[in-house]
């Protein structure tokens, strides 16, 4: 949890791999890629208006990744939509990233009517997500150019961008990343995690959020 005084918004992280890296009430920070990118969100001077950034931590180790479509997992987040839309009174953007990109796009769907988020990022997305008509939702999918997970391919997610900015009412957008650095897990470390580019993916997220959520 990375919160700021002044936030204007809150976006709720859901991660990639098994969903699960054991947060608990004295934990005051973490080494995962995902939150190290977002929390810079949350500090003074990175964006116009700094937002809160929660990780969300999942109890169970979300593997299979057919877990994430699970009705118990999408209650789950809309809980902790909720209990932070209540918290903080601001606006709720919900990040998936990797498999956490699969988590995100099936609370879209499930939650169409009412889904209380405002707008949706779709980070390193896996090749087989789906998001369902209608859209009218500002929704941004970043991803490296050179994500090297045979998972989750550039060419997908250009083709999960052009699909839904063709039936979305409001903005979508595609944030490509070009920096970092490979080393490592091609599906959990390196570019597939932005390593090394971690304030150039986040600044296409304050972007977005700068324009089509809070305002400039």
């Not at 498999?99 to 009517?113: A, D, L, M, P, W």
């Not at 889904?115 to 789906?130: R, T, W």
């Not at 490509?176 to 650095?181: A, E, F, K, L, P």
């Amino acid at each position: 949890m990375y919160d700021h005084p002044a936030a204007v918004a809150t976006m709720i992280v859901i991660l990639g791999g098994e969903g699960r890296i054991g947060i608990h009430e004295k934990t005051k920070d973490t080494k995962t890629q995902s939150a190290l990118m977002t929390r810079l969100l949350s500090e003074d001077g990175f964006s116009k208006k700094p937002i809160n950034v929660v990780i969300f931590d999942s109890p169970l180790h979300l593997n299979p990744v057919s877990l994430r479509y699970s009705n118990e997992h999408l209650e789950r987040i809309r809980s902790v939509v909720r209990f932070y839309k209540e918290k903080y009174r601001t606006p709720i953007i919900l990040f998936g990233h990797s498999n956490g990109s699969v988590s995100v796009s099936e609370y879209f769907n499930k939650y169409i009517q009412n889904p209380e988020i405002v707008a949706l990022v779709v980070s390193a997305s896996k090749s087989d997500i789906v998001i369902k008509q209608p859209v009218s939702l500002p929704i941004l999918f970043l991803h490296h150019v050179d994500d090297q997970c045979r998972l989750t391919p550039f060419q997908s997610a250009q083709r999960n961008f052009e699909r839904v900015k063709s039936v979305n009412a409001k903005y979508t957008g595609l944030g490509t990343v070009r920096g970092g650095d490979a080393s490592g897990d091609p599906c959990r470390d390196g570019k597939h995690m932005f390593l090394g580019a971690y304030e150039e993916a986040a600044r296409f997220v304050s972007d977005f959020i700068s324009s089509q959520v809070i305002g400039d």
